[in-house]
């Protein structure tokens, strides 16, 4: 059998087939045009966006961890509007889905930008990063109160008309609860998992390594965590998941698959093999022959059955 | 690109204790790149996969050889990564990203001073190779630890390009003793004076400099205060290395004085001494 449909449809949008790279991890699409062609993937996900530009942490942002990485980068970028100017052209010719993601730090900021990000900017998506702290209510993370996430991705929804993905934050004691929270806000499609809170000291130093204290752990370390995530929220809800956390190989991302993910997100997989993606696109496709899949799409979800 | 080179050479440099290597890989890499640029490499014992290290290591070219598709990198072990790669043999093939970022630019004519500072004399070696090709005068000033290091990080293969060299170790077991911003000074005042003037006499002098942050600081200031253009070579905890993830940032200050952000991976690691913030916060 050569003939795998790769092709899979998430939040109403078919992406060529399941394989999507991670916010923060892929810039803007272009750096790593070089390794790794735009048209072979499913989609890329933009750098997260906030109204202003923020310069963000200080350095050292990155420590590494065994099989983890921790990064306290500070959601630097240059804005809604230099974004709009600077960045959505050049996105537009992309040959490939292209999802921008947004964070904010109120309510109104995350309006701001969905207002100014609708079908017709060329985007295939809009991810909504809820896991910030919200100011205005003494710091909360969106993403760890089921009614903040709830209105902020109704207020989303309110007011653009690109298909909206609610990322979820793994910093909770129960995913299932905020998972819902998005679905009751009329998220589209759900991301998960954003990165888990660390830290590490340096012991000859005896300060914490990174300028920022705590960072967020990625990479295969976390895999096990998301994965877990992943199967809980695809019982509990009925909306599609983009898995994501620790993805290297394609037997990680069809262990997503497996656990009910209908696309999968490479971050800092890239990093240690810029060809990731696309390895992991024939591995898929390799798994699914070997398994007589005709489709991806059956591939979704199948470790619960039975 | 994404490629592999071929370990043509892996050997110990100089004497044991220092921990230095010298690493020969074959491989297309030496076609494009330039000096200054580096290579980010997957360390990994063997072929079996492990995430520990997760990261690759940024490594900068010590040497290119084109004609014969070989870069050369001279490393010091340092940590868990380096140990890592220090155990890849002759034959192995080693995943190569590279090369990165902006190398050194070289001025038309005139005179190139490169100052190094421990090992940040590894990236210097291939940029005064092609300095010398295109015919400018090159001088070295190089400050270490001792004589032993200064031997085994390289002094007779500098000492065979005859150039001249103005060396200092902290113990003065070789050369001067002191720091080597010392040397540039002097030999900065010797040939302007003690005040601020604008360098337009000629032969006109660059300088390009590689070492500890405190070190390259230090130069910059001299540089600027005698109107010598410098350019830097930084280092920061890279994820990436191309540009993507944001985690290497440093803060430069244009002229009219607004602080931006660059990558050392993609906008570097060489900026001109002048634009850096020291101190990195903003
Ligand atoms: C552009 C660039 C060029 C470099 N060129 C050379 C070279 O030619 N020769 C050489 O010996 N070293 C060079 N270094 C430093 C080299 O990358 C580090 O020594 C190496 O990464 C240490 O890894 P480790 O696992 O052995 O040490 P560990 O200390 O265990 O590393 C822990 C983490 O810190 C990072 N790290 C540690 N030291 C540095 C450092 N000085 N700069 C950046 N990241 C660091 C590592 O990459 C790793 O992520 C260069 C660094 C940069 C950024
Ligand atoms: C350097 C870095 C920057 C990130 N920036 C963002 C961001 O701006 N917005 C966001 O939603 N997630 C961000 N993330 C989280 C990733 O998108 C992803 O959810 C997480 O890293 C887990 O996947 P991975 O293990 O494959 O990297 C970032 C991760 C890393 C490593
Ligand atoms: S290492 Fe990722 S931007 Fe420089």
């Not at chain 1, 752990?217 to 956390?245: F, H, K, N, T, Y």
């Not at chain 2, 997957?42 to 070989?70: F, G, H, M, N, T």
């Not at chain 2, 660059?262 to 001494?273: A, E, I, N, S």
Request: proline share 6%.
């Amino acid at each position: 059998m050569d003939c795998v449909d790769l092709t899979t449809v998430l939040a109403g949008i078919t992406l060529r087939n399941p394989v999507v790279t991670c916010s923060g991890t892929y810039g803007f699409g272009e750096e790593y045009a070089d390794y790794c062609p735009l048209e072979a993937l499913g989609g890329i996900t933009l750098k997260g966006i906030t109204p202003l530009p923020r310069l963000g942490n200080s350095v050292p942002r990155l420590a590494e961890t065994p099989a983890g990485l921790l990064n306290s980068v500070g959601l630097e970028n240059p804005g809604l509007e230099d974004f709009l100017v600077s960045y959505l052209p050049k996105v537009r010719k992309m040959p490939t889905a292209v999802i921008a993601n947004i964070s904010g730090f109120s309510l109104e900021d995350y309006v701001q930008m969905a207002r100014a990000l609708q079908v017709d900017s060329g985007l295939a998506a809009l991810e909504v990063n809820i896991s910030c702290p919200n100011v205005k209510h003494g710091g909360m993370h969106f993403g760890t109160d089921p009614h903040s996430a709830e209105e902020v991705i109704a207020a989303v929804k309110a007011v653009t008309n690109l298909p909206t993905i609610a990322k979820l934050s793994p910093n909770v004691t129960d995913i299932v609860e905020m998972a819902r929270a998005a679905q009751r806000g009329g998220a589209d499609a759900l991301s998960l998992i954003n990165t888990l809170l660390g830290m590490r000291i340096d012991i000859e130093q005896q300060r914490p390594l990174l300028a920022n204290t705590f960072g967020g752990l990625s990479g295969p370390a976390i895999r096990p965590v998301a994965v877990r995530m992943v199967w809980q929220v695809a019982e509990a809800v009925d909306l599609p998941i983009i898995g994501m956390g620790g993805i290297t190989t394609w037997q990680d991302a069809v262990e997503f698959l497996l656990a009910g993910a209908t696309a999968i997100s490479i971050g800092t997989g890239n990093f240690v093999n810029p060809q990731a993606p696309l390895e992991i696109i024939q591995g898929i496709k390799g798994y699914c022959e070997k398994h007589g899949l005709t489709s991806v799409r059956n591939l979704v979800g199948l470790a619960h059955k039975g | 690109m994404l490629t592999e080179g071929l370990v043509v050479v892996h050997e110990c440099l100089g004497a044991a204790d220092q921990r230095l290597r010298r690493l020969v890989l074959k491989g297309p890499i030496a076609k494009t790149a330039k000096a200054g640029q580096f290579v980010a490499v997957l360390v990994q014992d063997s072929s079996i996969p492990s995430y520990d290290p997760l990261l690759r290591r940024p490594i900068s070219l010590a040497e290119i050889s084109p004609d014969r598709d070989e870069i050369t990198l001279l490393y010091r072990i340092q940590g868990r990564g380096t140990e890592i790669l220090a155990r890849a043999r002759c034959g192995e093939q080693l995943s190569l990203m590279g090369p990165l970022g902006q190398g050194f630019s070289l001025p038309e004519v005139g005179e190139l001073w490169l100052v190094a500072g421990g090992i940040g004399v590894f990236p210097l070696y291939a940029l005064a190779q092609s300095a010398l090709d295109q015919g400018l005068n090159v001088r070295l000033f190089w400050g270490g630890e001792n004589q032993s290091f200064l031997i085994s990080a390289g002094l007779p293969a500098w000492q065979a390009l005859e150039i001249p060299l103005n060396l200092s170790t902290l113990d003065g077991t070789l050369g001067e003793r002191g720091l080597v911003t010392e040397q540039l000074q002097g030999r900065l005042s010797e040939l302007f004076g003690h005040t601020k003037q604008e360098n337009t006499s000629s032969p006109q002098i660059r300088v390009a400099t590689c070492g500890p942050k405190k070190m390259m600081q230090a130069v910059t200031e001299l540089c600027v205060n005698y109107a010598v253009p410098v350019q830097v070579s930084l280092e920061e905890r890279m994820g990436c290395a191309v540009g993507a993830c944001l985690g290497c940032v440093c803060t430069l200050i244009d002229k009219a004085g607004t602080l931006s952000h660059k990558k050392v991976c993609q906008d570097g690691p060489v900026f001109r001494g002048e634009e850096v913030v020291w101190d990195g916060l903003c």
